[in-house]
């Protein structure tokens, strides 16, 4: 009896193990079949797919290869017979103004030679006055209606004539003007010749209102009205020191809005790091006085220059040991040959 009392116990110990191990095993089944299925979803969806794109396959192998290509030239060419039909009607109403048309847009070639029909002088050619003459035209052709047809006519033929002669003598002039322009070589040195230099003289002086550091002068170049130039010379010269002077202007500076106001110059300065004086010219110099350099061709400075060009040309600019402003050691001096240019006291220093 104490026997099976002892196995009763063992058996249950061992059903238990064995009833674990059956469950482990069982959970593994069920996550290997969890995984099968998915992998099996996965695949009929891929091969729905693949079911899909062989559909259209199909049905795009049915198209013509080059349908979209043909769509395309279809359109290009609507869009080019609607261009050619604006073309046109745009002739067309100019020439029912009067507009001499001087160029053949459908056939892209000019329809007369220019540069024949100015030399031969024939006025139904002439470019520069062709508005000015259709519009003559139509202004007789509507008096023609209030006045008999023998006065008209002659009235109309008498404007065409002084038009045709004026807008002739224009196109001459300004021809004349680009051939003038062309002989001029473009000016590539990186030196003063760039530079317009003049006399200035200071009418009024006022501090910036939005800039402690900038006065705000109105200075006289010879000009028809006074330029706008803003400075940084507040810590250095007070506004007597600056009013009424004559002094150096760089007048083709590129403008810049400075704190909101378009400064249009800057005044020339001899300049360190502690001082700044104005560089000043002769007592008998004027208002619009030409400032040249010995030794260099400044009849013909830049219309304008922007500032990059303008910080690689300062650098050789300098006073001598006598005060004197230089361009690499060549001398500043008045056009008219009546004085150099000065600083009062600083000498061999940066001007700028």
């Given at each position: 009896?104490?026997?099976?009392?002892?196995?009763?116990?063992?058996?249950?110990?061992?059903?238990?193990?064995?009833?674990?191990?059956?469950?482990?095993?069982?959970?593994?089944?069920?996550?290997?079949?969890?995984?099968?299925?998915?992998?099996?979803?996965?695949?009929?969806?891929?091969?729905?797919?693949?079911?899909?794109?062989?559909?259209?396959?199909?049905?795009?192998?049915?198209?013509?290869?080059?349908?979209?290509?043909?769509?395309?030239?279809?359109?290009?060419?609507?869009?080019?017979?609607?261009?050619?039909?604006?073309?046109?009607?745009?002739?067309?109403?100019?020439?029912?103004?009067?507009?001499?048309?001087?160029?053949?847009?459908?056939?892209?070639?000019p329809k007369i030679n220019l540069i024949e029909a100015y030399q031969h002088g024939e006025e139904k050619f002439d470019i520069a006055g062709a508005v000015v003459a259709s519009t003559e035209t139509v202004t007789?052709?509507?008096?023609?209606?209030?006045?008999?047809?023998?006065?008209?006519?002659?009235?109309?033929?008498?404007?065409?004539?002084?038009?045709?002669?004026?807008?002739?003598?224009?196109?001459?002039?300004?021809?004349?003007?680009?051939?003038?322009?062309?002989?001029?070589?473009?000016?590539?040195?990186?030196?003063?010749?760039?530079?317009?230099?003049?006399?200035?003289?200071?009418?009024?002086?006022?501090?910036?209102?939005?800039?402690?550091?900038?006065?705000?002068?109105?200075?006289?170049?010879?000009?028809?009205?006074?330029?706008?130039?803003?400075?940084?010379?507040?810590?250095?010269?007070?506004?007597?020191?600056?009013?009424?002077?004559?002094?150096?202007?760089?007048?083709?500076?590129?403008?810049?809005?400075?704190?909101?106001?378009?400064?249009?110059?800057?005044?020339?300065?001899?300049?360190?790091?502690?001082?700044?004086?104005?560089?000043?010219?002769?007592?008998?110099?004027?208002?619009?006085?030409?400032?040249?350099?010995?030794?260099?061709?400044?009849?013909?400075?830049?219309?304008?220059?922007?500032?990059?060009?303008?910080?690689?040309?300062?650098?050789?600019?300098?006073?001598?040991?006598?005060?004197?402003?230089?361009?690499?050691?060549?001398?500043?001096?008045?056009?008219?040959?009546?004085?150099?240019?000065?600083?009062?006291?600083?000498?061999?220093?940066?001007?700028?």
């Open positions: 009896m104490s026997y099976f009392r002892l196995i009763s116990p063992l058996s249950k110990l061992n059903l238990f193990f064995i009833t674990q191990y059956r469950k482990a095993q069982y959970g593994q089944v069920l996550s290997i079949m969890d995984i099968i299925e998915q992998k099996a979803a996965l695949a009929d969806s891929r091969i729905k797919k693949l079911k899909y794109l062989i559909d259209n396959i199909s049905k795009k192998e049915t198209l013509k290869p080059n349908s979209y290509i043909d769509i395309l030239q279809e359109e290009n060419n609507r869009l080019k017979t609607q261009v050619q039909k604006l073309l046109h009607e745009t002739v067309s109403l100019e020439e029912q103004q009067g507009i001499i048309q001087c160029y053949d847009f459908i056939q892209k070639r007789s052709l509507e008096t023609k209606n209030e006045t008999p047809q023998e006065t008209s006519t002659a009235a109309t033929n008498q404007n065409l004539s002084d038009t045709g002669k004026k807008s002739k003598k224009k196109a001459k002039d300004e021809m004349k003007k680009d051939q003038e322009k062309a002989k001029v070589p473009v000016n590539t040195a990186i030196d003063i010749t760039r530079f317009d230099l003049r006399v200035g003289k200071i009418l009024s002086v006022q501090k910036h209102p939005d800039a402690d550091s900038l006065y705000v002068e109105s200075i006289d170049i010879g000009e028809e009205k006074p330029r706008t130039v803003c400075s940084g010379l507040v810590n250095y010269m007070s506004l007597a020191d600056l009013d009424q002077k004559l002094v150096i202007v760089l007048c083709n500076l590129k403008p810049a809005k400075m704190r909101g106001i378009f400064s249009e110059a800057m005044i020339m300065c001899a300049s360190t790091t502690e001082k700044v004086e104005l560089l000043e010219p002769p007592s008998t110099a004027s208002p619009g006085d030409r400032v040249i350099c010995e030794g260099y061709n400044c009849s013909t400075p830049d219309q304008q220059i922007k500032k990059e060009l303008c910080d690689q040309i300062l650098p050789d600019m300098k006073t001598n040991t006598n005060l004197e402003a230089t361009f690499k050691n060549a001398l500043w001096q008045m056009e008219n040959g009546k004085g150099r240019i000065k600083s009062k006291t600083l000498a061999g220093v940066s001007i700028k």
